[in-house]
């Protein structure tokens, strides 16, 4: 099955107690779609996922709502605390 | 020449510094930065942290601040050293540094990557105090400085 890898880093990935999940490709042609999947079969998420979070798709940070193509890694995380 | 490093082990700052001086004689200015573990934080004892990262785009991203710091100013040699893992109060956690002709360039291209690096770079900061561990939260002056370098009011740049 094609996959879209998704990656949760910090204080999202402990909230959801998961760092990484694949979800169906099909079930995710853009980013916007691929979070509408994730709250539908995760409505306990729903709190954790409606914090400010930056999206980057294949490491790069994504403002807007982009395609997604099988194999791409996504990744939702707070804003970052280095330095 | 460019080294960007993120890594678990301590870092030797005497060994960064010579590494953007030898050889080098083109270069009449060195600045660098140094971010260390404070054993205080928001009215609250520190006694370690433990850094989170995300591998592969925290060092795309630290290249692109560095690439984006070289286009503006002319700055010769670009080191970059971050840390993650566990740490404790002293500790160095990251080091930037950059060798130019002349010192604004050098000042104005490590304070820039600095800035940068806080609002950018993939690392997640978490703190242990006697009352258990915490998120750090982001701050909204570190996206304010930001602002700094986008007004246009630093006089570069690479001439």
């Known amino acids: ?3 879209v890898q998704l990656k949760f880093f910090a204080r999202l990935r ?6 990484e999940i694949a979800i169906p490709a099909d079930q995710a042609p853009n980013l916007d779609s691929l979070m509408n999947w994730l709250q539908t079969q995760h409505p306990h998420w729903r709190e954790a996922l409606e914090q400010p979070l ?3 798709v294949n490491e790069e940070v994504v403002n807007d709502n982009v395609d997604l193509n099988p194999g791409d890694q996504v990744a939702l995380f707070p804003p970052v605390t280095g330095g | 020449m460019r080294v960007i490093r993120v890594q678990a082990e301590a870092f030797d700052i005497q060994q960064e510094y010579d590494a953007l ?3 080098n004689r083109e270069d009449g200015a060195v600045v660098f930065f140094v971010g260390r573990v404070r054993d205080m934080n928001d009215g609250d004892a ?3 942290l433990h850094l989170e990262h995300y591998p592969g785009m925290t060092e795309k991203t630290l290249a692109s601040i560095a690439e984006r710091a070289a286009q503006r100013w002319l700055l010769n040699r670009i080191r970059i050293t971050h840390r993650f893992g566990e740490l404790y109060p002293a500790d160095a956690i990251v080091f ?6 002349h010192r604004q360039a050098a000042f104005d291209g490590a304070a820039f990557i600095m800035d940068h690096l806080k609002t950018e770079a993939t690392f997640w900061k978490k703190e242990k105090t006697p009352n258990g561990n915490r998120w750090v939260t982001s701050r909204d002056s570190d996206q304010q400085r930001l602002a700094h370098w986008q007004q246009g ?3 570069d740049e690479r001439d």
């Open chain 1, 1 to 3: 099955m094609k996959t």
């Open chain 1, 14 to 19: 402990e909230q959801l107690g998961i760092a």
């Open chain 2, 96 to 101: 930037v540094g950059v060798s130019s002709p």
């Open chain 2, 46 to 48: 520190i006694t370690g």
């Open chain 2, 21 to 23: 001086c030898t050889g």
């Open chain 1, 54 to 56: 930056t999206r980057a």
């Open chain 2, 153 to 155: 009011e630093i006089t």
